[in-house]
């Protein structure tokens, strides 16, 4: 479970307790001062979304070793996307405390594996969302989806500079199309 590690390391990274959380009119929480950050990967293809506090959305996509940044329309279209669903797996573990909970899913039975997920919730101000399915042989229908919400302006920043698939030009036309 290689993944459920770089995941939450990435999570918490992005976390700082700073925001403050709201309801989406589809029940899933946001936060209203935070920037939500996500990753949706299929195959060979990445595409990185930066939703910041003011309803903004910019998207870049990687794929084959080369990077653009999204047309405002396709981005919008993209962050009001579910993510993808994977087969549901059974919870493996799970940690709650005040202020703090998380909670893991996947093949006991295939500790090995490369399916599952992870959600963490901090605060209840912060959301980390992971999926993680390796489909079949081959990575031809891999995917993973990783989503944080009340990531501040720091965060988001370093969201887009980290993304080692997207070119500098890409990065430089998120940060400045979302004012970074």
């Keep these: 479970m290689r993944w459920v590690i770089a995941a939450l390391a990435l999570g918490l990274a992005a ?13 899933t929480t ?4 935070g920037y939500t950050l996500e990753i949706r990967a299929m195959e060979s293809v ?5 939703t910041a506090p003011d309803g903004r959305i910019v998207g870049g996509r990687a794929a084959s070793g080369v990077s653009a940044l999204l047309d405002t329309d396709r ?26 909970e998380m909670s893991i899913s996947g093949d006991e039975e ?3 594996g490369e399916n599952g997920s992870v959600n ?10 992971i999926r ?31 993304a080692e698939e997207l070119s500098a030009e890409t990065k430089t036309e ?3 199309a979302l004012g970074l």
């Design 15 to 27: 976390c700082d307790g700073s925001t403050t959380a709201a309801p989406n009119a589809d029940g």
């Design 30 to 33: 946001a936060a209203a001062d």
């Design 46 to 50: 990445q595409t990185y979304l930066v």
């Design 75 to 100: 981005a919008q279209s993209l962050a009001a996307e579910p993510p993808p669903e994977g087969e549901a797996q059974p919870e493996v573990m799970a940690m709650r405390w005040p202020g703090f």
């Design 110 to 112: 295939n500790a090995d």
């Design 120 to 129: 963490i919730s901090i605060g209840g101000e912060q959301q980390v969302e």
């Design 132 to 162: 993680a399915n390796e489909g079949g042989p081959g990575d031809a229908d891999d995917t993973a989806y990783v989503r944080i919400t009340g990531a501040d302006e720091a965060a988001a920043r370093d969201f887009i500079n980290d």
């Design 174 to 176: 998120m940060l400045g």
